[in-house]
């Protein structure tokens, strides 16, 4: 069982609409949590980190983390072709808060 | 600041050949990450360095892999002899140590390599 799950999608979404991804993960003593956008051919980028239970918005974006269920997602509201990318669910796992254990990824098309 | 650098950025060579990948991380970051990405197994953290002394190298594949820091602007990942499957893109990150930082990772821009 791989310790951060993500579906791999594609997800696709029309412009203007919400896109929902998900996460879970397995290290029931993770503590910090985050989203990379990764475009093709680029490098990952951060775009949200979420430590605490509950919502946490930053414009379009919110990130929700539930521990008891081992889930975080992140939403994307008035979703824009630009949004469309890979996002990398991390997880900083029990041994070290420096190290983070990626997800495998979920491809966003956002159709215009 | 110029971010995380890495060189090259892109290397084709022959199975067999030594493999030099460097890294220079943010100016006053603490920490520095090697990573590798290929479709098969996502992004994959292969050692980590705290104040230049490698703190957890478990993800190196093989000992065909090694990483040094010798000062704490610079770092490199070697693999001698590279094979085929070695192929992926290999990014350097850092990072600095505190609550105000997050945790949050920076990446550099990543080392193609191909190996064939």
């Known amino acids: 069982q791989k310790e951060v799950e993500q579906n791999s999608g594609p997800l696709s979404v029309p412009e203007g609409a919400i896109a929902s991804l998900n996460c879970t993960y397995s290290?029931?003593?993770?503590?910090?949590f985050f989203w990379y956008r990764q475009y093709s051919g680029k490098s990952p980028e951060l775009i949200m980190s979420?430590?605490?239970?509950g919502d946490k918005e930053d414009g379009r974006f919110t990130a929700q983390l539930n521990k008891a269920s081992q889930y975080v997602s992140l939403l994307i509201r008035d979703s824009q072709p630009s949004d469309s990318a890979t996002y990398l669910c991390?997880?900083?796992?029990?041994?070290?808060?420096?190290?983070?254990?990626f997800g495998s990824g979920t491809q966003l098309t956002v159709l215009p | 600041d110029a971010g995380v650098i890495q060189s090259p950025r892109h290397e084709v060579t022959e199975m067999g050949q030594e493999v030099t990948l460097r890294c220079k991380p943010i100016?006053?970051?603490?920490?520095l990450f090697w990573y590798r990405q290929t479709m098969m197994r996502g992004l994959e953290l292969l050692i980590y360095f705290n104040n230049n002394v490698p703190i957890d190298d478990s993800g190196m594949p093989e000992d065909r892999f090694s990483a040094k820091m010798p000062n704490a602007s610079f770092s490199t990942l070697k693999i001698q002899p590279s094979e085929p499957r070695d192929s992926a893109v290999y990014f350097c990150a850092s990072s600095l140590r505190g609550r105000a930082s997050g945790n949050t990772i920076y990446f550099g821009e990543g080392s193609w390599l191909t190996v064939v």
């Open positions: 100016s006053g970051h603490d920490y």
């Open positions: 991390a997880v900083a796992t029990s041994g070290s808060a420096r190290q983070l254990t």
């Open positions: 979420i430590y605490s239970n």
């Open positions: 290290d029931r003593v993770s503590q910090s």
